[in-house]
C-alpha cells in the first residue's frame, strides 16, 4: 500500500468511488435545479376562493439566498469545525501518529458534508419534482394572477356554479393577467414547501451529526439474556468502584443473593447508562427551532398553506435520517463514528453473496486489511494500521461512549492490558 508520511493512501480506485458518489449528488441537485424551469400542472382555481386571495408578499421574511446559508453553508462550516477539532476525541492513544488522527479527522469531515449534501439534494430533488406534479396553487395566487373578472365564462372549466353565482366556478390560469409570467408559473408551487424540506433535511441532518459527535441521546439499555441472578437488578451496591476497572461492579453482598449466583463481572443494569448533560440537549435543539422558524415564515409570508409546510417538514425529516445513517453509525450505539470505507475490491459495488462492502482486502490492491485485529503497539510502530480500528484511533479506556450500552468484551481483564 502506497504510503504519505508515514500514512497509508486508499487506491485511486476507492478514490475514483468517493468521487464519482460525489458526481451522482451533485447531479441530483443540478436534475432538481432544471426543474425550476419546467412548466408545471396549473390547476384550476376559483376566481372567489378566499384562500387564495392573501396579498402577495415582495420581501420575504427568509429569502431563498438565507434559506441556502442557514441550511448549507452554516451546517457544512460546523461540520469541519467539529471534525477538525474534536475528532478523534479523547480515545486516541497518547503518541497516536499524526498522520492516523488526521486520516480520521478527514475521513469524519468527508462523510459529514457527503452526508449534508445527499440530504439537502434529494429533499430538493423530490420537492421540485413534486411542485411541478401537483401544480396547487399559492395561497396568494389571485394576488399574482389579477384574474379578468369579465371573462370568467370564456375560462370556466365548469359552470355549474352559476346557478348561485356567475363567479361561483373553476377557471383555467389563461384568465389571468399577469405582470410577470414567472410570478404567475411559481404561484403553482405551493406544495409541497421548498423552505420547509430544505431547511428540515439540513438542519436535522446538522442535529444527528451533533447528538452523534457529543453523544447526546435517551440512555440505552441493550437486551440480555434472562437471568435469575439478582445481581442485574439490584440497587445494594456498597461499593461502586474496584480496583482496575472502568465500570461500576456490583458486590454481592444482598440477602437475596446465593452463593451459586455470584459473578463480579455483572454491572447493574442502572449503572450501564445515564442522561447525558442538558446543556448538550439544549446545543442540537437549536437546529430544530431554527428549522421551526423557518418553516413557520413561509405561512406568515402567504406562501403555503398548512398541509404543504407539514409535508415539506416530512420530505426534509426523512431525507436527514436516510442520509445520516447512510454514512453515520447508529446514535445510540455507534460512539459518534461514521461507517468507514469501502474496501478495494467492493469499492463500486458487491455481487450476490457478499454482504458487506467492507472485506479483507484492504483498501487497495494487495495492501493490508484495515480490518484486520494486530498486536497492540505494531500499528504504531510502521505508522499504518492500529488495533480495532480502520483508521488506526484506538479506544484505550473500554468504556462505552455516553449514550451507548457497555459492551461484555470489554471485561476487567481487558481493562487492565489497555491501560
Known amino acids: 500500500m502506497k504510503t504519505f508520511r508515514g500514512m497509508s493512501l486508499p487506491s485511486m ?6 468521487f464519482f458518489d460525489w458526481i451522482v449528488i451533485i447531479a441530483i441537485a443540478a436534475v432538481a435545479g432544471g426543474w425550476e424551469f419546467v412548466e408545471p400542472f396549473r390547476r384550476p382555481f376559483s376566481p372567489v376562493d378566499l384562500s387564495i386571495a392573501y396579498p402577495f408578499q415582495t420581501s420575504e421574511k427568509i429569502p431563498t439566498w438565507l434559506l441556502i446559508v442557514v441550511s448549507l453553508v452554516a451546517p457544512a462550516a460546523i461540520i469541519m469545525v467539529i471534525c ?16 492516523l488522527v488526521w486520516r480520521r479527522k478527514i475521513w469524519e469531515w468527508h462523510t459529514g458534508w457527503m452526508g449534508l449534501a445527499l440530504a439537502l439534494a434529494t429533499a430538493f430533488l423530490i420537492t421540485q419534482g413534486m411542485k411541478n406534479l401537483f401544480g396547487k396553487p399559492r395561497p396568494d395566487l389571485l394576488s399574482r394572477c389579477s384574474p379578468d373578472l369579465t371573462r370568467i365564462r370564456d375560462y370556466a372549466v365548469n359552470p355549474v356554479g352559476e346557478v348561485f353565482n356567475p ?21 403553482f408551487k405551493s406544495f409541497p414547501s421548498g423552505h420547509s424540506s430544505f431547511s428540515w433535511a439540513g438542519l436535522l441532518y446538522l442535529t444527528l451529526f451533533l447528538a452523534s459527535k457529543f453523544s447526546v441521546a435517551i440512555p440505552f439499555l441493550p437486551h440480555r439474556p434472562y437471568s435469575l441472578n439478582p445481581a442485574h437488578t439490584s440497587a445494594i451496591t456498597p461499593s461502586n468502584l474496584k480496583k482496575q476497572s472502568s465500570l461500576p461492579f456490583h458486590k454481592q453482598d444482598s440477602a437475596l443473593s446465593s452463593p451459586s449466583l455470584n459473578d463480579d463481572s455483572i454491572i447493574p443494569i ?11 440537549l439544549v446545543l ?17 409570508d402567504f406562501r403555503h398553506f398548512g398541509f404543504d409546510l407539514i409535508f ?7 431525507c436527514a435520517w436516510f442520509s445520516f445513517r447512510w454514512y453515520h453509525l447508529p446514535i445510540n450505539r455507534g460512539a459518534g463514528w461514521a461507517w468507514g470505507p469501502r474496501s478495494y475490491e467492493r469499492a463500486w459495488g458487491i455481487g450476490v453473496g457478499r454482504g458487506s462492502y467492507v472485506g479483507p482486502e484492504g483498501w487497495s490492491r494487495g495492501g493490508k486489511s484495515e480490518t484486520a485485529t494486530k498486536k497492540r503497539g505494531q500499528g504504531i510502530a510502521d505508522g499504518n494500521e492500529m488495533d480495532e480500528s480502520e ?28 491501560v
Open 312 to 318: 415539506g417538514s416530512l420530505i426534509g425529516m426523512t
Open 167 to 187: 363567479a361561483w366556478v373553476l377557471v383555467t390560469s389563461e384568465i389571468c393577467r399577469p405582470l410577470d409570467e414567472d410570478l404567475l408559473k411559481d404561484g
Open 84 to 99: 477538525l477539532v474534536f475528532v478523534p476525541g479523547p480515545t486516541a492513544a497518547r503518541g497516536t501518529p499524526k498522520s
Open 270 to 280: 442502572r449503572y450501564q447508562n445515564a442522561a447525558p448533560p442538558v446543556y448538550t
Open 284 to 300: 442540537i435543539l437549536v437546529p430544530i427551532c431554527a428549522a421551526i422558524y423557518i418553516t413557520s415564515t413561509r405561512f406568515t
Open 391 to 418: 483508521l488506526g484511533v484506538l479506544n484505550l479506556n473500554g468504556a462505552p461512549h455516553s449514550g451507548n450500552s457497555p459492551s461484555s468484551s470489554h471485561s476487567r481483564t481487558n481493562v487492565v492490558h489497555a
Open 13 to 18: 480506485r476507492l478514490i475514483a468511488s468517493y
